[in-house]
């Protein structure tokens, strides 16, 4: 059972632009939620992280938006730079759950 | 800052054979997990310990698969007879103690390929 699912397998767009990539979850025990990076041939690195008291959670260029009612989060990732070309997964964990579930990713290429 | 460490890098191995894989989590970290990523998937969730202790197995963790972690700091996971169906890349991750949101800090990961 995929509780968290990224429905955009890839996303194209302009240098100095805006990111949105979007994450849709169906479990409504998840508390707390992130965005990882990954590179190939590494593993993935931490990016942003948001809990589910928040709605909005920002730390440079980077924001986290997460809408409970409609079990959504999305990344804006704002301005785009060709560095941030990666696969973003989406992660998910309920409060003292430790199986902590990831989407399935989505290839971000930012064209210089 | 020396981050999470797994070793090797690459394994490749003939169907039924055994394999064992090593993971040195970042030194103040606790908790260690094991997970498995195929290819257009996002990593999936094997096993936890909180030091020594093995708390949670996922089901996707067949008897072929064990995890240990003797003295709560480095943790191997070994596959035994193994198949096709297990090649894939095996990510381990660490966090620190404490309940709540903290982020895992993954390893860059053993790939394992069965031929």
């Known amino acids: 059972d995929q509780q968290v699912k990224q429905n955009s397998p890839s996303l194209s767009v302009q240098e100095g632009r805006i990111s949105i990539l979007n994450c849709d979850y169906t479990n409504s025990m998840f508390d707390y939620f992130l965005w990882y990076k990954k590179y190939p041939a590494e593993g993935p690195t931490f990016l942003i992280s948001i809990s589910s008291i928040k709605d909005k959670n920002e730390d440079g260029r980077f924001t986290v938006f997460l809408n409970k009612s409609a079990k959504h989060l999305s990344l804006h990732i704002v301005p785009s730079q060709p560095g941030d070309s990666a696969v973003y997964f989406c992660?998910?964990?309920?409060?003292?759950?430790?199986?902590?579930?990831f989407g399935a990713g989505t290839r971000l290429t930012v064209k210089p | 800052d020396t981050g999470v460490s797994q070793d090797p890098r690459h394994k490749i191995t003939k169907r039924g054979q055994n394999v064992t894989f090593r993971c040195d989590p970042i030194s103040e970290h606790n908790r260690l997990y094991w997970y498995r990523q195929t290819l257009g998937q996002g990593p999936e969730f094997l096993t936890y310990?909180?030091?020594?202790?093995?708390?949670?197995k996922s089901r996707l963790l067949s008897d072929r698969f064990s995890a240990e972690r003797p003295k709560g700091s480095f943790s191997t996971l070994e596959i035994q007879r193994t198949e096709q169906g297990d090649s894939a890349m095996y990510l381990c991750?660490?966090?620190?103690?404490?309940?709540?949101?903290?982020?895992?800090?993954f390893g860059n990961g053993t790939r394992l390929t069965v031929t």
């Open positions: 991750a660490s966090s620190p103690p404490g309940t709540g949101g903290s982020p895992l800090h």
């Open positions: 992660a998910a964990r309920a409060y003292n759950n430790n199986d902590m579930r």
């Open positions: 310990f909180q030091n020594e202790a093995q708390l949670e």
